[in-house]
């Protein structure tokens, strides 16, 4: 089959960064008043989620000192829902594979699937909660901001979520995303989130907000009466600043990698254009054929969530899969459709080729390709000839390279898009 050329692309996103993580974390939580709210020798348990958050353990490690100074006992507590296959050891690798230990963070991590049910929802269901967080006298809620693989809404990942799906561990993630088969995700968000606020001791929140390439843009201590306030106008903000493809109609996106780091669903669903819920007015999403994933990244310990957002993919991902952690992570998010697994074909020229085929009547020489390393890192990509005329017009776009074929090795694989930029 004759392949598309590809020539190489940089990317230029708005870059507003803090360079001064321990810093900012530290004026930041001037905010909290922790003076006139924490008394000495109080325990405030601080989450820490499954994501690959830009800085996280800088930040969690900031967090932690600035509460030790203010004469609190502050302790990590692992706030995933079922990530790390739903098991304490597999929650606490995930925390040791980002370098946030009790060594760096200088304070304990107390680690259990155990939950406490506080109230009743509204809705009619039991609200979970942590069981360390709730016998703490205060807890700081740190994650995120951005918008979800799967949700739209008000509210998409961030600090009311992590009150829910986070901090309500496998439990409580299992039974609110059963609710949101029957209410909206905004409706449980806030009715799970109300009753968190007045029965858990919440002291405050850290949001945490990326730019498009990858790193921390904004940190922002919250109070509790204003999560749900401030979080929306956070969200807009995060949306702006996300990285995306540098064009909007695609016959095959190319990813070297997906995982837990990346991705909630391994890949960014918002990037690829296969978010499973109607786009907010203004938000365009990319129009993409078919998704090829070549590998999934050994920090996801098998966890190959999202797999199905795919439309082709290796038997080297396949392999790697971990189905019962894969399974729990999705059954217990309600989203089955992210453990499906696609066409698997032995290498990635056979995949890549496989994919070509099936985009309609455009020939495979011509299509319009887009190879990326993953859905965070989108500065630099390569992109099939096809493209080269509208790049050389875009102001926000670098040609790198005239077009030269894909660099199959001997086995029909390739190293990465890395390499080919090289």
């Not at 502050?74 to 594979?97: C, D, I, K, R, Y």
């Amino acid at each position: 089959m004759f392949l598309p050329d590809l020539f190489r692309l940089r990317q230029t996103f708005d870059r507003p960064r803090v360079d001064d993580i321990a810093g900012e974390v530290r004026r930041q939580m001037e905010h909290l008043d922790l003076g006139g709210r924490v008394q000495t020798g109080q325990s405030v348990a601080i989450t820490v989620g499954s994501r690959g958050i830009r800085n996280m353990r800088e930040i969690i490690a900031a967090s932690v000192a600035v509460l030790q100074e203010a004469g609190a006992a502050p302790f990590l507590v692992p706030a995933m829902g079922s990530h790390g296959g739903g098991t304490v050891t597999g929650q606490l690798n995930v925390l040791e594979s980002y370098g946030i230990t009790e060594e760096y963070c200088r304070c304990p991590i107390r680690a259990s699937m155990e939950t406490v049910v506080v109230c009743r929802a509204n809705e009619g269901f039991d609200v979970h909660f942590d069981r360390h967080a709730y016998e703490a006298d205060h807890v700081l809620v740190c994650n995120r901001v951005k918008p979800h693989t799967n949700f739209v809404g008000a509210f998409e990942s961030g600090l009311m979520k992590m009150m829910l799906i986070g901090l309500g561990k496998k439990n409580g993630a299992y039974i609110y995303h059963r609710a949101i088969q029957d209410y909206t995700f905004e409706q449980i968000v806030r009715s799970v989130g109300e009753c968190v606020l007045d029965q858990c001791n919440i002291l405050g929140g850290l949001a945490i907000v990326e730019n498009a390439y990858d790193e921390t843009a904004r940190l922002e201590a919250v109070l509790p009466e204003e999560f749900a306030p401030r979080e929306q106008q956070l969200l807009v903000q995060a949306r702006q600043w996300m990285p995306r493809l540098p064009f909007g109609d695609v016959d095959v996106l190319v990813i070297d990698e997906i995982g837990k780091r990346i991705s909630g669903t391994g890949m960014d669903t918002n990037v690829i254009g296969r978010k499973p819920a109607e786009e907010l007015p203004g938000q365009e999403l990319p129009r993409v054929k078919n998704v090829v994933v070549l590998r999934l990244r050994p920090d996801s310990y098998g966890n190959a969530c999202g797999i199905g957002r795919a439309d082709f993919t290796t038997e080297r991902v396949v392999d790697a899969m971990d189905r019962q952690v894969t399974w729990i992570n999705c059954l217990t998010g309600a989203d089955i459709e992210s453990a499906k697994t696609p066409v698997h074909l032995p290498t990635d020229r056979a995949t890549i080729e496989a994919a070509l085929v099936q985009i309609g009547l455009v020939e495979p020489a011509d299509a319009r390709v887009i190879w990326i390393e993953n859905t965070l890192l989108l500065e630099n990509v390569a992109c099939s000839a096809t493209y080269q005329d509208e790049a050389q017009q875009r102001s926000d776009l670098e040609i790198l390279s005239s077009p030269r074929p894909f660099p199959f090795d001997d086995e029909g694989n390739l190293a990465g898009v890395r390499e080919f930029e090289n």
